[in-house]
């Protein structure tokens, strides 16, 4: 199907973009790379009157690290995250995960902003944010506010951005850097999105396991975080039987829609795996 008729804006500043989304109200969208948006448009899922492309807002593309964060424009797309060597160390969980995303042609254009703006179960980047405790800059007509990744997610489609606002910088505290960490992705074929994945953090400290954090992917309604399963490691030596109390805990809070990826039984026992092999990966 062909897109219905809108009226296209491209602002050269986050402040014109602004202006707007505030003058337009609800009645309009903003085109990053369009991997996401431009097909929901053909199929008419969506159908905004007014369409403002924020590929001009060159203040919200590129990678700064200092001593405390690492700092993504949003606008900065994917395959930038894999040509900066410098995130192989920083930030081995977002360099190694974001291979696994859609396939080079899509992460040229695709954005980590619009990934995770989106707010669709089955993209990676939300639960790579949850894993690493980011924080996502959201900028409207009072100036820029933070929210944690923990609180960003709200539903299928749904995040904490409000009509009037655009996603402008996500913030990596560094010391996830030196945190063990795991990334596992069950899929059909490269190129698809996830039957089920799983992110992890965490530190082992004396033998016990410490601040961990575990995110799944397109295994509930929105991506999230099983707290039930970090909180039983917390503390704890990761003995097998701990482990599998966990991957059992984490089973037990997916909600997965049976789809051409497989049923909901299907889907939890992969979610399961995808999280024995993550804690595995983030333990050695
Ligand atoms: P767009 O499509 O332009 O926008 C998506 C939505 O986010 C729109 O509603 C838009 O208004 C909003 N938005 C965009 N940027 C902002 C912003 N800065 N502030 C506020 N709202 C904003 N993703 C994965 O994570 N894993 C996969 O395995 C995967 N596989 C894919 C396979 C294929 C074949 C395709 C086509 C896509 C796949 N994707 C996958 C999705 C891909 O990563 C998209 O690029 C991504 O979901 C959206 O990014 P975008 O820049 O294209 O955003």
Avoid at 23 to 33: H, P, Q, R, T
Avoid at 159 to 175: F, G, H, V
Wanted: aromatic fraction near 6%.
């Amino acid at each position: 199907m062909i897109a219905k008729d809108f009226n296209y804006y491209s602002p050269d500043t986050v402040a014109d973009a602004i202006a707007l989304l505030a003058e337009f109200g609800g009645d309009a969208k903003l085109l990053a790379g369009g991997h996401s948006l431009l097909p929901m448009m053909k199929m008419r899922f969506a159908e905004p009157v007014n369409l403002i492309d924020i590929n001009g807002l060159n203040e919200i593309k590129g990678i700064d690290i200092d001593e405390e964060n690492i700092i993504i424009g949003a606008m900065t797309p994917e395959n930038d995250i894999l040509r900066d060597d410098r995130l192989e160390t920083a930030c081995p969980l977002l360099f190694e995960a974001t291979k696994l995303i859609a396939d080079p042609q899509v992460r040229n254009r695709g954005t980590i902003g619009g990934d995770i703006a989106h707010g669709d179960p089955a993209n990676d980047q939300p639960s790579i944010m949850l894993a690493l405790d980011a924080t996502l800059e959201i900028t409207g007509v009072e100036g820029p506010r933070l929210v944690a990744a923990a609180d960003f997610f709200l539903g299928t489609y749904t995040t904490a951005i409000q009509p009037n606002e655009l996603l402008t910088r996500i913030i990596i505290p560094r010391a996830h850097g030196s945190k063990g960490w795991g990334f596992q992705k069950l899929k059909r074929k490269t190129g698809d999105y996830a039957t089920a994945a799983s992110a992890v953090t965490m530190r082992m400290v004396d033998g016990k396991c410490d601040q961990v954090r575990i995110a799944l992917t397109n295994l509930g309604p929105k991506s999230f975080r099983p707290v039930k399963a970090e909180w039983i490691l917390e503390g704890h030596p990761p003995t097998d039987d701990r482990i599998e109390a966990a991957v059992q805990l984490a089973m037990a809070e997916t909600d997965p829609a049976a789809d051409q990826r497989g049923n909901e039984e299907y889907k939890t026992a992969m979610a399961g795996e995808m999280l024995r092999r993550a804690l595995q990966q983030a333990m050695n």
